[in-house]
């Protein structure tokens, strides 16, 4: 799992679900799981809900700094 989801097939995106998870267990070690399960057993390893921050490579944050400064509190007010 270390590797990423993209080194067993899922480059479309770079999470682990509990779905493809429970998946890898099964090719791996042949014993399917319920997402539940799969869920409990992550858990007690360690393991913890996280979901990434999407932010555009191209984000130019003195833009935005000036965005919420000037333009969010007028378009709140409403």
Known sequence: MEQGPAAYGWTEDQRWTIARVA???ARRFHVRFSDA????????MG???QV???RAAERDETAVAT????????VERR
């Open 47 to 49: 393991f913890s809900v």
């Open 37 to 44: 399960q799969i869920w409990r057993i992550l858990h007690q």
């Open 23 to 25: 998946l890898l267990v």
């Open 52 to 54: 990434p921050v999407h």
């Open 67 to 74: 965005w919420v400064r000037g333009v969010w509190p007028r």
